[in-house]
């Protein structure tokens, strides 16, 4: 996609953080590239317990002359999530066009759109009826053609000269108007396709008690797409819900089986030969 931005229109700031995604960052920078004004990254392990998975993303972030790449150093005592705000608000106050008016878009290394998803986000924000746009997302799982549905809060306006984030992804200012960008021209979202050992380690952090820590390592790491209806049940008995999700957070069909695609990936993705593989838990030694 050409990169021609209207100067009279609002920018957007991408904030991109990261830790252990050397497959994942290359990607992901392009993409923000392609779609932000202005594209801010820090990549912080946000606990010691994650120094385990450090990799060669950092590295490769130095490659990129475009980003603005910070650093941040790990506040031992500070929770989890409270880190992550504070490597958001970061980023924010190391920002050129942190100004009310633009624009602040979360970009995951594992959320990725295609062009028609960034069409309908400018056309949203170029309106001036918005200040919140969430996202449906396809939330894949195993592999590239299996996934649950969902949506995520991924764009904030700026309507305040101190407007921060707050524990995790919170937000100070309250936003009065939603736009929703439909599930199909929404987000591919990958997370259960990264290396989910990542996963369980934070989720032991930021719920701690919670079943979905058990629920990854008895469930998800075992569940057959051959055999989802022994899963589903398995992870009902320990859930309650008859679903391949340990929540109410994403949906499964109503019979609790995951959803096919058999289509084609953002560019971004489908530039990096991801697409071809079969099993994610096998790749990251998960399964």
Not at 201 to 221: F, M, N, T
Request: charged residues 30%; negative net charge; contains cysteine.
């Amino acid at each position: 996609m050409e990169e021609v931005f209207d100067k009279a229109m609002n920018k957007i700031i991408g904030l991109l953080t990261a830790w252990g995604a050397e497959d994942w960052i290359r990607p992901a920078i392009e993409q923000a590239l392609t779609y932000c004004d202005e594209v801010m990254v820090v990549i912080a392990a946000y606990s010691p317990e994650f120094m385990t998975f450090e990799d060669s993303t950092y590295d490769i972030c130095r490659e990129y002359n475009r980003i603005k790449l910070l650093d941040y150093k790990i506040n031992k005592a500070v929770h989890y999530l409270q880190i992550r705000a504070d490597v958001m608000n970061l980023m924010l106050d190391n920002s050129s066009l942190y100004e009310p008016g633009n624009w602040i878009w979360i970009l995951d290394t594992d959320e990725f759109y295609t062009d028609l998803a960034h069409d309908e986000i400018r056309k949203a924000i170029k309106t001036q009826k918005y200040d919140d746009i969430v996202v449906e997302e396809k939330f894949f799982v195993i592999n590239m053609q299996h996934y649950l549905i969902g949506s995520h809060e991924r764009l904030r306006k700026i309507t305040a000269a101190r407007g921060r984030f707050r524990y995790a992804n919170g937000w100070t200012q309250p936003l009065q108007s939603k736009y929703i960008v439909p599930r199909d021209k929404g987000m591919f979202h990958y997370s259960m396709l990264t290396n989910v050992a990542q996963h369980y380690v934070r989720w032991q952090l930021s719920h701690p008690g919670d079943v979905r820590a058990e629920w990854l390592k008895r469930i998800y790491a075992n569940y057959d797409l051959e055999n989802e209806d022994y899963w589903i049940e398995k992870s009902r008995l320990l859930t309650g819900l008859k679903s391949c999700w340990f929540n109410k957070g994403m949906f499964s069909d109503k019979d609790g089986r995951v959803f096919k695609y058999e289509g084609v990936h953002p560019s971004f993705i489908e530039a990096t030969g991801l697409t071809k593989v079969s099993d994610f838990r096998m790749k990251y030694g998960f399964k």
